[in-house]
């Protein structure tokens, strides 16, 4: 079977990509695996799987043995998923992850799923109720300095991404809202394109054989501007 289409959702938590990765996943191509980038740490310590079983035991996860981005992909293969969902975001320890699959050769449908700040920062103070009963006044301020130095990093790391991937959407949590059918339709049918350019590629990969570019652009140096 061919390398799975991975669609990559970037951006900050707490912006609904459970639910959009959810929502991908009802078409039965699509396997909505979350934040991949914890897979790892859910195989040392045998973690539940959001099927209910843990990760030695889930139909999926029970091929996987290191979590790395080649060995998560081969339990993607053989439960025989030909798109797959990562939700890791682009979070600091996960930022370059998008980077990784291209480097090991997966195609990347790179969504940026950006929620304005206030809602963020909404959702987190109604996450951290107890605290705030508690009275847990400084962990609540120290929350929302994080948040917000994460959210500016996240969505710059996200935007980054945009000069590298040419397969890229970015989605508004309001588009989601307003119409989630529409944003899993854009989404699919860019991976579904993505699955069917193969041999374009492997052309464009081809053409580069015949060219041996060392510091230089031909044209400019012929131009005399070099
Ligand atoms: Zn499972």
């Given at each position: 079977?061919?390398?799975?289409?991975?669609?990559?959702?970037?951006?900050?938590?707490r912006?609904?990509?459970?639910?959009?990765?959810r929502?991908?996943?009802?078409?039965?191509?699509?396997?909505?695996?979350?934040?991949?980038?914890?897979?790892p740490?859910?195989?040392?310590?045998?973690?539940?799987?959001?099927?209910?079983?843990?990760?030695?035991?889930c139909?999926?996860?029970?091929?996987?043995?290191?979590?790395?981005?080649?060995?998560?992909?081969?339990?993607?293969?053989?439960?025989?998923?030909?798109?797959?969902?990562?939700?890791?975001?682009?979070?600091?320890?996960?930022?370059?992850?998008?980077?990784?699959y291209?480097?090991?050769?997966?195609?990347?449908?790179?969504?940026?799923?950006?929620?304005?700040?206030?809602g963020?920062?909404?959702?987190i103070?109604?996450?951290?109720?107890k605290?705030?009963?508690?009275?847990?006044?400084?962990?609540?301020?120290?929350?929302?300095?994080r948040?917000?130095?994460?959210?500016?990093?996240?969505?710059?790391?996200?935007?980054?991404?945009?000069?590298?991937?040419?397969?890229?959407?970015?989605?508004?949590?309001?588009?989601?809202?307003?119409?989630?059918?529409?944003?899993?339709?854009?989404?699919?049918?860019?991976?579904?394109?993505?699955?069917?350019?193969?041999?374009?590629?492997?052309?464009?990969?081809?053409?580069?054989?015949?060219?041996?570019?060392?510091?230089?652009?031909?044209?400019?140096?012929?131009?005399?501007?070099?």
């Amino acid at each position: 079977m061919k390398k799975p289409v991975v669609i990559y959702i970037a951006g900050y938590g707490r912006s609904g990509s459970s639910a959009l990765s959810r929502a991908l996943a009802q078409d039965e191509t699509v396997l909505s695996a979350g934040e991949l980038g914890r897979l790892p740490n859910f195989i040392r310590n045998d973690h539940p799987c959001a099927c209910g079983k843990p990760v030695s035991e889930c139909f999926v996860w029970r091929n996987a043995r290191t979590g790395t981005i080649n060995d998560t992909m081969e339990a993607v293969i053989h439960a025989n998923f030909p798109i797959v969902v990562d939700s890791s975001k682009t979070a600091y320890f996960d930022f370059h992850r998008p980077l990784l699959y291209r480097m090991n050769g997966y195609r990347v449908i790179m969504v940026h799923l950006k929620r304005p700040l206030s809602g963020v920062l909404n959702s987190i103070s109604k996450g951290t109720n107890k605290d705030l009963e508690a009275g847990i006044k400084r962990r609540r301020a120290l929350n929302r300095t994080r948040a917000v130095l994460g959210y500016s990093f996240a969505h710059g790391a996200a935007v980054a991404n945009r000069l590298i991937f040419r397969d890229f959407i970015r989605v508004e949590h309001t588009d989601m809202t307003q119409d989630l059918s529409k944003v899993v339709h854009s989404i699919l049918s860019l991976a579904e394109n993505a699955a069917t350019r193969e041999p374009q590629d492997q052309i464009l990969n081809r053409s580069t054989h015949g060219m041996h570019e060392i510091a230089g652009n031909r044209l400019l140096r012929d131009d005399g501007r070099v």
